[in-house]
T-cell receptor, first 109, second 116 residues
């Protein structure tokens, strides 16, 4: 079953621009995580935000969580070509980690 | 620190054949996961082990899929017999202590399976 749904499905931007991806989910969660997947590779954990947190930063990444709206956003600032990848949100409700379908980000130089 | 190792990286088989995938988690990680990722979708959990015990296998098609984690370290996922719809990337992940508050999962490179 799909819990998180990312929006948009695909995003194309120029280097230096900011990229924003959104994730909506259906049930209550313990935490929400964002992962990156480069083409043909495994997933890399980016950031985890707990249900009692509203915002978290890690380098050029900013994640927000609104549990009342059951939504999260991932902002990548000053994007680089190396940020080109698929980005997945994953919700942890205390059982299995459930991933969305992902947003494919393309950053051109 | 060595990451999660998986082999083989690629496998092509014909339907009704059997196939096995191997995973070696990060040393010391008690929890091991197998995911199936179909093209264009996010990973879907097949089975979760805590040491050598199964925590969750509710999404594992048990009529054809099996998995084991010998001695609580390495793990093997088997498909027998394979169907065309099993074509996917099979990802292994491990985590240190999800029950203790460290929920980060570390993924291997995956095994890309093509069933013809």
């Amino acid at each position: 079953s799909q819990q998180g749904e990312e929006d948009p499905q695909a995003l194309s931007i120029q280097e230096g621009e900011n990229a924003t991806m959104n994730c909506s989910y259906k049930t209550s969660i313990n935490n929400l995580q964002w992962y990156r997947q480069n083409s043909g590779r495994g997933l890399v954990h980016l950031i985890l935000i707990r249900s009692n947190e509203r915002e978290k930063h890690s380098g050029r990444l900013r994640v927000t969580l609104d549990t009342s709206k059951k939504s999260s956003s991932l902002l990548i600032t000053a994007s680089r070509a190396a940020d080109t990848a698929s980005y997945f949100c994953a919700t942890d409700s205390g059982t299995a980690l459930i991933f969305g379908k992902g947003t494919t980000l393309s950053v051109s130089s | 620190e060595a990451g999660v190792a998986q082999s083989p990286r690629y496998k092509i088989i014909e339907k009704r054949q059997s196939v096995a995938f191997w995973c070696n988690p990060i040393s010391g990680h008690a929890t091991l996961y197998w995911y199936q990722q179909i093209l264009g979708q996010g990973p879907k959990l097949l089975i979760q082990f805590q040491n050598n015990g199964v925590v969750d296998d509710s999404q594992l098609p048990k009529d054809r899929f099996s998995a084991e984690r010998l001695k609580g370290v390495d793990s093997t996922l088997k498909i027998q017999p394979a169907k065309l719809e099993d074509s996917a990337v099979y990802l292994c992940a491990s985590s240190l202590d999800p029950q203790g508050g460290d929920e980060t999962q570390y993924f291997g490179p995956g095994t890309r399976l093509l069933v013809l």
